[in-house]
Nanobody, 125 residues
Framework: QVQLVESGGGLVQAGGSLRLSCAASGRTFSSYTMGWFRQAPGKERESVAAIAGSGGITYIANSMKGRFTISRDNAKSTVYLQMSNLKPEDTAVYYC??????????????????WGQGTQVTVSS
């Protein structure tokens, strides 16, 4: 069992930045592909980014390329989502997720086995 705890959400003005963190329990963190997803009110959950266990492969959703970066620190069992140039449409609850097997594709939420409780990100215009 893996427990995931997100932090770092909050209220930010458009054009601002936030860094989300997701701390994982367990001793096999480096073997999990980690993903970030988000869900806005009335919308489906969508993929934001993912990173392989070694950190060597990353995925960023097209609409967020150039603004969001995913990274991980396996020694700290933590994955990060650096968000910059935030827009009001980025407002959502952001979730961290862990996949035991390599997700195919990375963007599919059904490929992930464990989920955090989410952290709210609100971008004001």
């Amino acid at each position: 069992q893996v427990q995931l705890v997100e932090s770092g959400g909050g209220l930010v003005q458009a054009g601002g930045s936030l860094r989300l963190s997701c701390a994982a329990s367990g001793r096999t963190f480096s073997s999990y592909t980690m993903g970030w997803f988000r869900q806005a009110p009335g919308k489906e959950r969508e993929s934001v980014a993912a990173i392989a266990g070694s950190g060597g492969i990353t995925y960023i959703a097209n609409s967020m390329k150039g603004r969001f970066t995913i990274s991980r620190d396996n020694a700290k069992s933590t994955v990060y989502l650096q968000m910059s140039n935030l827009k009001p449409e980025d407002t959502a609850v952001y979730y961290c997720a862990a996949a035991i097997r390599t997700p195919r594709p990375y963007a599919s939420p059904t490929e992930y086995d464990y989920w955090g409780q989410g952290t709210q990100v609100t971008v004001s215009s």
